[in-house]
């Protein structure tokens, strides 16, 4: 009992030791916003590490103690299962530490942000095939610790070409899926924050997972589509190799209306415009129809939200600006009515009131 209660005791010791360490060299990076190494360690290893020193310390003089050889087996058993259990934990908290330093590294909030978001999007796929693996190894090993299990499983060893002939065909959709995300992860049509449009919608990608993606679209909805979606059927994504994209205002005015007045306008506005972005500045008259002329003007903005806003503001002051300065230029519908040589039309006595 003595032994046992030291080298508990012992453990927790050198563990809060090592918290109070970490704790004060921490200190020195709270005041700052940027990631901290040591308080992502005592945050992320400090209650698995508690538990894993005093069981490690215990199993190392679990020898020295006195008891009834049946009793020292289970003891050591359950030990044994323990320190391998709150091994694994370790393994996965450090996985989180390497997230964690990566995010911050890698920020997302900036304008040219597409490095960022191909390795948070590869980051996302590893982390949970590490993660899995690391879970099937615990459990692997924890039930090679009993003689009976290894006897299970070499029968069910004899079995398994059968068995997983019927899994791959019930687990057919699944697989797939899990093949398509693995895809994803490398080729990356999609990586996360790319803004798309799926299935009609408009979205940016919020979180790739294995088997599903999930679109956060304009009105905060969310979109869940199966992963191999973006393999198997098309889709649009204006982020793919850039953040930077074009925009499109189309105005349809009265053939009279004289351009260049519209594109000294374009330019001012967006010269006070604080979402373009400096590179694309144009006005085109792109169609002409029966009745109405179509004016397109072309803009630019670092990405998918700023171009958005820049339309918006294009478009509303574009059409103030010629509802104020240009009214007559509005479309309109004309018509002849046509009428007898001296230009009125001839109406039958029967028909005169």
Request: glycine share 6%; aromatic share 8%.
């Amino acid at each position: 009992m003595i032994i046992i209660v030291s080298s508990l005791l012992l453990g927790a010791l050198i563990g809060l030791i090592l918290s109070i360490l970490i704790k004060k060299k921490a200190k020195y990076n709270e005041s700052s916003s940027k990631f901290s190494l040591f308080q992502s360690l005592l945050r992320r290893l400090g209650p698995p590490v508690n538990v894993f020193l005093p069981l490690f310390l215990f199993n190392v003089l679990l020898p020295t103690m006195k008891m009834p050889l049946a009793i020292m087996h289970k003891v050591s058993k359950g030990v044994e299962i323990l320190l391998i259990m709150s091994f694994a934990w370790i393994l996965i908290r450090c996985i989180q530490v390497v997230q964690e330093y990566v995010l911050a590294r890698y920020d997302i909030n900036k304008a040219d942000n597409l490095r960022e978001r191909k390795i948070r999007t590869q980051l996302q796929f590893i982390r949970r095939i590490i993660v899995g693996l690391i879970v099937i190894l615990t459990v692997a090993a924890v039930l090679l610790t009993f003689s009976s299990l290894r006897k299970v499983g070499a029968g069910l060893l004899t079995g398994v070409g059968l068995s997983g002939i019927i899994i791959g065909f019930a687990a057919q959709r699944s697989i797939s899926n899990l093949l398509a995300g693995f895809q994803i992860a490398f080729t990356q049509p999609i990586r996360i924050n790319d803004a798309v449009i799926a299935e009609g919608e408009f979205g940016t990608v919020e979180e790739i997972t294995l088997t599903y993606v999930v679109l956060k679209l304009w009105d905060e909805r969310r979109l869940v589509l199966p992963i191999n979606y973006f393999i198997e059927k098309p889709f649009q994504n204006w982020t793919r190799t850039s953040s930077e994209l074009l925009g499109t205002v189309i105005l349809f005015t009265d053939y009279n209306l004289p351009v260049e007045p519209i594109r000294s306008e374009l330019t001012r506005l967006l010269q006070k415009s604080k979402y373009w972005d400096g590179r694309v500045n144009v006005v085109h008259v792109t169609d002409a129809t029966e009745n109405t002329v179509q004016i397109r003007a072309l803009m630019s903005a670092r990405n998918a939200g700023d171009i958005f806003e820049l339309r918006c503001y294009v478009r509303e002051n574009l059409i103030k600006f010629i509802n104020d300065n240009l009214g007559e230029s509005l479309p309109k519908n004309r018509m002849m009515i046509g009428g007898t040589e001296d230009g009125l039309k001839h109406v039958p006595d029967s028909e005169q009131s």
